[in-house]
Nanobody, 118 residues
């Protein structure tokens, strides 16, 4: 078992930036991949960004060039730097950890709300 705790969400104006953090209760190096997902009201939960144990990353097309995922294995932290935020980025953002298949998370955080509005 592992607990994932997100922080850093909030209200930001369009064009602004936020950095989300995800703290894990055990070594994130034990997971094949760490990821951020998001879910807007009335929509499905979608992948935003993923980083593998080896450091490879992939992003949703809608956030490429604006968001950056990173991991600090020494501190068991995962970050999502979000720049040039748009109203359509408004959602609950979830941290996820995958133990076997990188594309299939086994553990989820409770989520943090990000609202982009003027």
């Amino acid at each position: 078992q592992v607990q994932l705790v997100e922080s850093g969400g909030g209200l930001v104006q369009p064009g602004g930036s936020l950095r989300l953090s995800c703290a894990a209760s055990r070594s994130i190096f034990s997971f094949i991949a760490m990821a951020w997902y998001r879910q807007a009201p009335g929509k499905q939960r979608d992948l935003v960004a993923r980083v593998t144990r080896g450091g490879s990353t992939n992003y949703a097309d809608s956030v490429k060039g604006r968001f950056t995922i990173s991991r600090d294995n020494a501190k068991d932290l995962v970050y999502l730097q979000m720049n040039s935020l748009k109203p359509e980025d408004t959602a609950v953002y979830y941290c996820a950890a995958a133990g076997l298949l990188a594309t299939r998370p086994d553990y989820w955080g409770q989520g943090t709300q990000v609202t982009v509005s003027s």
